[in-house]
């Protein structure tokens, strides 16, 4: 049955399945969303209601974006903010060297607290010229810094994820996505 549905994947999303390097991992439901670290493991975030994507708010918990979907990662400058049912996703699959930081998250507008996240710290960094030499194998994360911040993790993580069925989260092979720039 696990061949069937593999073999049906692979016809939908061939690009996902063949690749054998990293995998790039970003939410689409991030626009108008804007997070910076203030000190250590405290964080800012701003969720601009003028956004043309709608509006995002947090119910003290996590950010939601109205009618959608909660906000499971929120990429800053320097950063990677993941909700708990993210953390718990990626906990399960044994990442090795990274960690998870529980963070303490203040909403700009309100100045409340919001409690659902915790940053994920990977401890190895990918560049454009080791792209395609690193070791895709096992459970990985890297953290990607061009003009932003990106977050690129091995093909288990990434099936893992997809099995989890975060609504808005995306992937492409390497930084296929990003360096493609906005017709992406």
Known sequence: MRDLILKALRKKEPRLYDWNG??????NMTHGVDSVRLHDDHFEVYSGSESAYGDVYHDG??????????LHLITGSDHFLVSDEFRHVL????????????????????????????????????TLTNLN????????????LLSVNVLLVTKSVMLAIK???????EFAPGLEAFLAGPAA
């Open 22 to 27: 990293p995998f790039h991992v970003w939410s």
């Open 61 to 70: 918990r996590v950010y939601i974006r109205r009618a959608v979907t909660s």
């Open 91 to 126: 906990e399960q699959c044994r990442i090795d060297s990274t960690e998870f930081i529980r963070a303490a998250v203040t909403d700009r507008v309100t100045r409340k607290p919001v409690t659902g996240y915790s940053e994920l710290r990977p401890h190895d960094e990918i």
């Open 133 to 144: 030499q690193v070791d895709a194998s096992g459970a990985r994360a890297w953290r990607c």
């Open 163 to 169: 099995k989890a069925h975060f609504y808005g989260l």
